[in-house]
């Protein structure tokens, strides 16, 4: 498994497969769903994403660079909390 930054991301073939990958630091929350592209929803309350209100979205290509531009997004927006 490569490390692709701190989110500790799955793997390429894992989104491939159209998992969803969920994480939170704080309360930053994310979730990764794969498909034919990876499609990030990312919101700012200690909430499941269901009951979240604001929830913005970014989408990726569905490539192995992407995950390490997925990482620093996160990176990012985690920050801005």
Known sequence: M?????????????????NVFKGSKGSFRF????GEDIKV???????CLECAEDVKEEHFELTEDSLYKINEFLSEKS???
């Open 31 to 34: 979730a990764a769903f794969g």
């Open 41 to 47: 929803l990312y919101w700012y309350k200690d909430v």
């Open 2 to 18: 490569l490390k692709y930054g701190i989110w500790d991301l799955p793997g390429l073939d894992f989104f491939q497969y159209k």
């Open 79 to 81: 920050k801005a909390e």
